[in-house]
């Protein structure tokens, strides 16, 4: 009997069965839910994923850190000495233009010498450089060249100005103290202070002009290059304007005199600048007060104009320093430049509106009309000059003047001037009778020549 109570084999079977799939089934059913549960909250794979992300930023060592700001400047050192040495030198640029010469492939067209693309590789190879021999460099120096080549001088020329561009760079990231590509205003002094016993241009200088000539400099940088006056430029900004070109063109000991007077750079230009501020400082006090710069060029500069200067522009009790002076005049000696119109349109926009409409016009003309009267001049109206001025701009708005508006129609500085300056409007109004007097001194000296 007790052996007939005892559960068959089989049924002892199917309950191990059942139980063990009742164990399979919450196994599975908890690894569902922690999966759908970690991917809806946003994990799973996504939480492991910044581990893939390259790491991109790295902190700047503080001012305590000193071991650490070490090592950064001796590593950037030792990086920026390594980049020097893969450029050629001048006894690389001898040799290639040497092989270059050798290669070059008949016919001549003009007076150029030309090379093909076949032997453009081979030179590439036995100088020994490829960084300036690929198919991309050759392709942007054809010039409809019916054989396909390109001119030996364009490629040496484009050669020679990459690697100045390299050795200018890296000449200005050893001034770049952060190591974030930009240099501050002192990090740019410091580079042009030690730059000027190597520009024979600038031997004449005085020692104790040193200052004022480095500031005279630096701010046609900063007034052109950081329009949001951050204190900061990029040095790719800098290798791409013009100025740099202009400041190494001092290197050239013959260098003409009309070429120094028109380079800003040069020591009679910033002479000039300084010998301007130093006249009109009439207290010398170091400081222009409003009423002496209202001599400034023609003295004839409105006064409310020169009100919105004083307000706008940083002053020391109410003094306008030299570097405050250079972007002043920066801005009026450079009135077609965008950078020149910002600084003018600024003082304009009297309400910061971001544009100017009727009211601003009007504003500022009345002061030209008052100097008018001054000088014994029958007054203009201001309908007929304010609809010129919209004629020439071509406002997208025709009720509002923006400063794109003003870049755009090529017309800034023409506008501006027969706002703020009577002399400028003088020369508007009167520009046909100018422009026939010029004809007629060219064509009297025409006849003097025959």
Known sequence: MAEDQQPHWSDILKRRIANSKKEENKVEETELFTKYYTEWRGGGDRDKSYKNIPRFYYRLPAEDEVLLQKLREESRAVFLQRKSRELLDNEELQNLWFLLDKHQVPPVSGEEAMISYEAYLQVGEKAGTFLFFTARVYAKLLNNDPYGRISIMQFFNYVMRKVWLHQTRIGLSLYDVAGQGYLRESDLENYILELIPTLPQLDGLEKSFYSFYVCTAVRKFFFFLDPLRTGKIKIQDILACSFLDDLLELRDEELSKESQESNWFSAPSALRVYGQYLNLDKDHNGMLSKEELS????????????????????????????????????????????????????????????????????????????????????????????DEIFDMVKPKDPYKITLQDLVNSCQGDTVTSILIDLNGFWTYENREVLVANDNDSSNTADLDDT
């Open 295 to 386: 001599r400034y060029g023609t003295a004839t500069l409105t006064s409310v104009f020169l009100d919105r200067v004083f307000q706008e522009c940083l002053t020391y009790d109410g003094e306008m320093d030299y570097k405050t002076y250079l972007d002043f005049v920066l801005a009026l000696e450079n009135r077609k430049e965008p950078a020149a119109l910002q600084y003018i349109f600024k003082l304009l926009d009297m309400e910061n509106r971001g544009y100017l409409n009727v009211f601003s016009l009007n504003y500022f003309f009345r002061a030209i009309q008052e100097q008018m009267k001054i000088h014994g001049q029958e007054p203009v109206s201001f309908q007929d000059v304010k």
